[in-house]
């Protein structure tokens, strides 16, 4: 049964990419386990199908709806992670990209901080103002749980209130970068 070690492996496939890292990589620390509650995330592979558009079967856990329409193509794994409270799943398949012709001159673009993008040919993309939207929860949530117990049940309620405010702030710009890059 290949589903059975598939996590392990990579577990260990990721061990050994950390301690080469660690040894070739003037910068890199010396690897650190993974904590509980902090980037969770698990590997699965073996017998993974996609069921009819936004339903995938995975070894173990059985059938999870999904938000997204899938692509009906060979699954090779799949690694699933929580982030602010929310599950998310990302796999690996084969895809051949058809080639583009191209439609327009080159330009250059400059990232900036007071506007996104300014680009050769004089136009401007304006920043999402993401944070400063966000501010006043960001400040009331950070208070919360600055005011909790630690290691209380109440502090770990808060953090995820403050963690989706954050990732709330993350969705907004990668949404705008991704809007712009398209």
């Avoid at 709806?65 to 899938?70: G, H, P």
């Avoid at 699933?80 to 051949?96: G, H, P, Q, V």
């Avoid at 919360?144 to 502090?155: D, L, T, W």
Wanted: aromatic letters at 8%; a positive charge; one cysteine or more.
């Amino acid at each position: 049964m290949r589903y059975r070690s598939g996590a392990p492996q990579q577990a260990l496939r990721d061990l050994e990419r950390a301690f080469k890292n660690f040894l070739t990589i003037p910068k890199c620390g010396f690897p650190v386990l993974k904590k509980k509650g902090r980037k969770d995330s698990f590997y699965l592979e073996g017998s993974i199908k996609i069921i009819q558009g936004n339903y995938i079967q995975l070894p173990r856990i059985g059938i999870v709806k999904t938000y997204e329409i899938l692509p009906s193509v060979p699954v090779k794994n799949v690694r699933i992670s929580k982030k602010a409270d929310s599950w998310y799943i990302s796999f690996k398949y084969d895809f051949e990209p058809a080639p583009t012709e191209k439609v327009g001159e080159t330009i250059g673009v400059d990232i900036g901080i007071n506007t996104l993008a300014t680009c050769s040919d004089g136009s401007k993309f304006a920043n999402v103002k993401a944070y400063r939207q966000a501010k006043k929860q960001l400040v009331r949530h950070q208070r919360a749980v600055s005011k909790k117990v630690i290691g209380s049940k109440n502090r770990r309620k808060a953090v995820k209130k403050l963690a989706k405010v954050h990732k709330k702030v993350a969705d907004i710009r990668a949404d705008a970068l991704h809007k712009l890059t398209t």
